[in-house]
């Protein structure tokens, strides 16, 4: 089992920055893939971007290229989101999410595991 944490969400102003961490713990942790997902209110739940954890290599939402940035800590287990330049259009319920397939992430069904997600409030 895998359980993944969030956290680092809150209320920033339109054009800020945030960081969101999302701490992994548990067996098979070192090796898939994670990244973030959200969820505006009434609307589906979109892909924002992963990494795998052996290579690091990365995959963006085309919303997220060129203002979000995804990395990891091996030490920590940890993988975070640096958001910025951020516009009210990115509220929503951040989500982290790890699987041993990356296209499997990508697509966001079937995945393993979930963290239960941290609110970000973006105003204009």
């Known amino acids: 089992q895998v359980q993944l944490v969030e956290s680092g969400g809150g209320l920033v102003q339109a054009g800020g920055s945030l960081t969101l961490s999302c701490a992994a713990s548990g067996r098979g942790v070192s090796s898939g893939a994670m990244g973030w997902f959200r969820q505006a209110p009434g609307k589906e739940r979109e892909f924002v971007a992963a990494?795998?954890?052996?290579?690091?290599?990365?995959s963006y939402a085309d919303s997220a290229k060129g203002r979000f940035t995804i990395s990891k800590d091996h030490a920590k287990d940890t993988v975070y989101l640096h958001m910025s330049s951020l516009k009210p259009e990115d509220t929503a319920v951040y989500s982290c999410?790890?699987?041993?397939?990356?296209?499997?992430?990508?697509?966001?069904?079937?995945?393993?595991?979930w963290g239960q997600g941290t609110q970000v409030t973006v105003s204009s």
């Open positions: 990494l795998t954890l052996n290579l690091g290599r990365t």
């Open positions: 999410a790890a699987d041993l397939s990356l296209s499997r992430l990508r697509g966001g069904r079937g995945v393993a595991y």
